[in-house]
């Protein structure tokens, strides 16, 4: 029974395969169906884009990613049910398991739809399994791995708007597409290190907000096209144009950090600068009150979700965090900048207190980093709950772009405005 079960799944697997597998008539000069990967074309992880997908275009052709030879499916629409990793032609109902190696589905017109957004050139979808080794939340949710290629200077388009706004003083934007394509080729070249990694960066806050299509315009397009191949380079590095990892964030608080104090490591060249330019940011000031209770939860969270971390974690509290009860909060501070949250815990039963620390960057991101808005702040308890009064929004590491926004608009060049903020860096032009 066992044996007879295996060969029908086997057989209907086959079957499956082949009805995909097989090509409609199609005109090769027309449609490559072949996967681009050089070091122009870069690939995006389209994050958050939820647990089912519909994909429309005019003649979407759908291949397996590593055999184009076998042809393609053309169809208007697609869906796929990620949790499953499920793709199915809705017209004719068929449908096939997504493989390790991918699909990859190209539009005929070059532009095709995600849930209703829209992107250029390529997508390979893969099974989500292969996001494990790099994202340890994926267990827990039921998204997709959709990576969209396409070439980097297009992708930059995009992020003009993600990012910051193409209406902003044109040396601003110049700078910060600088400072944006220098990160996608520093992260290119780095992440294509690991040949199992099917993406170069992902499509959120992690590495540069990229919203596709949808948010491109022709201003963008046209400040894109003026800074074409310039990045910033690392000159005492052996490597001719070696890119730097071109931090940036919305506004520093009045001074620049170094990437070590918030990530640990070593990024070599980086320097700490003044900022007198982003105290008008909508962020520049704010605070934010938890109570311990909050904290409480939202740390178990972050430990849950967050397998490295959890490692340093002391096993009595892990063991049973219900049985510790937070009884106080307190930081370190590093020039102006909190490094280090210290939490307090007492033991309901014994009342033995243990004392657990935690990087700042890391805590900010498990208690809400939309609200807790930068490391650069400082902490006041009242009762069970704790104030914090913070300056600057994001991690403050290399350009400020509501520094760079004002430089611009005082009239600074864009050469200036990069040299500004990452001093002893080189702008070369690579293409
Ligand atoms: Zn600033």
Redesign the pocket.
């Known amino acids: 029974m066992q044996r007879l079960g295996w060969l029908l799944v086997a057989l209907f697997c086959t079957l499956k395969y082949t009805q995909f597998a097989h090509a409609l008539p199609l005109e090769p000069a027309k449609l490559a169906s072949e996967l681009k990967l050089n070091s122009k074309i870069i690939r995006v992880r389209l994050s958050d884009l939820g647990s089912s997908l519909q994909i429309k275009g005019n003649g979407l052709a759908a291949s397996l990613a590593m055999k184009p030879e076998l042809g393609n499916v053309q169809a208007d629409e697609w869906e796929v049910d990620c949790k499953h990793s499920k793709i199915t032609q809705p017209t004719t109902g068929k449908s096939r398991i997504i493989p390790r190696s991918g699909i990859l589905i190209e539009a005929l017109s070059g532009i095709l739809s995600i849930n209703g957004h829209h992107f250029r050139e390529q997508v390979v979808l893969y099974p989500k399994e292969l996001l494990s080794p790099y994202d340890s939340s994926i267990r827990t949710n039921s998204q997709c791995l959709v990576v969209n290629h396409l070439p980097v200077e297009k992708y930059l388009e995009s992020v003009v708007n993600g990012e910051f706004n193409s209406k902003w003083a044109e040396p601003a934007v110049e700078a910060q597409i600088i400072a944006a394509r220098t990160y996608a080729v520093y992260q290119m070249k780095e992440m294509r290190k690991d040949r199992g990694r099917v993406f170069d960066v992902e499509s959120n806050q992690k590495d540069q907000m990229y919203l596709g299509l949808d948010v491109a315009d022709s201003k963008g397009s046209e400040l894109v096209a003026r800074t074409k191949g310039i990045i910033l380079t690392d000159p005492h590095s052996h490597t001719k144009n070696c890119p730097i990892k071109a931090f940036y964030s919305a506004?520093?608080?009045?001074?620049?950090f170094l990437p070590g104090q918030i990530w640990g490591g070593k990024f070599a060249g980086f320097k700490k600068v003044k900022?007198?330019?982003?105290?008008d940011?909508p962020s520049f000031n704010w605070n934010y009150t938890l109570s311990f209770h909050e904290i409480e939860k939202r740390i178990v969270r972050g430990l849950s979700n967050d397998a490295n971390v959890r490692k340093s974690w002391p096993k009595a509290y892990l063991n049973n965090p219900s049985q510790w009860m937070l009884s106080n909060v307190r930081v370190t501070s590093d020039a102006e900048r909190a490094s280090n949250i210290i939490f307090d815990f007492k033991d309901g039963e014994t009342f033995k207190v243990i004392s657990i620390t935690s990087n700042a960057y890391q805590v900010r991101n498990w208690l809400d980093a939309t609200q807790l808005k930068s490391t650069r702040f400082t902490m006041e308890l009242k009762g069970r709950s704790v104030v914090f009064h913070g300056k600057?929004s994001g991690h403050?590491v290399g350009l400020?772009q509501?520094?760079a926004k004002k430089m611009g608009e005082k009239g600074f060049t864009r050469d200036q405005i990069l040299t500004h903020y990452y001093p002893g860096f080189k702008i070369s032009k690579i293409l």
């Open positions: 506004s520093c608080g009045g001074g620049t900022c007198p330019y982003c105290a940011a600057g403050g400020c509501w520094g």
